[in-house]
């Protein structure tokens, strides 16, 4: 039914076709899956060892933190993200999620990114937030 409304080009059929048989997808996928496990781990440490708290995830390539455990309100939420953003973190305020049961001070982060671009960002919300050094 949905083909009567999308009509894929020959060229992207193929390419699709050729990117689900290629014989090298098995290890493209276990790379990916790695890179995922690796940096999952390392902000999940760097939450604990900062006593964020922080919900789980066991799908997906993003987590939920409370960054902003003092925010009173969605403009405090709102200033901790822009002083993020400022310092080069781009974070999702929980408030465009729909919050975490309505609490503010929550953000969506996302760990599908180069580790050293990981690092880098955990280093400045460290800073701003002014953390324990963690990230060295």
Known sequence: MLANYLQPS????????????????????????YQLERNYTLMVQAFEEWGIEFLPTHAGFHVFARLA????????????????????????????????????????????IPQEKLKTGLKRIEKILGLPNHMQ
Do not use: C, H, Y
């Not at 400022?86 to 001070?105: L, Y």
């Open 10 to 33: 020959v060229f992207n059929s193929l390419f699709v076709i050729s990117i689900l048989t290629s014989p090298t997808l098995p290890g493209l996928l276990g790379d990916l899956r």
């Open 69 to 112: 455990k003092n925010a009173k309100n969605w403009d405090d939420e709102a200033s901790v993200a822009k002083q993020l953003l400022d310092s080069g973190v781009m974070v999702g305020p929980g408030k465009g999620f729909g919050g975490i049961d309505d609490e503010v001070g929550w953000f969506r982060l996302s760990f599908s």
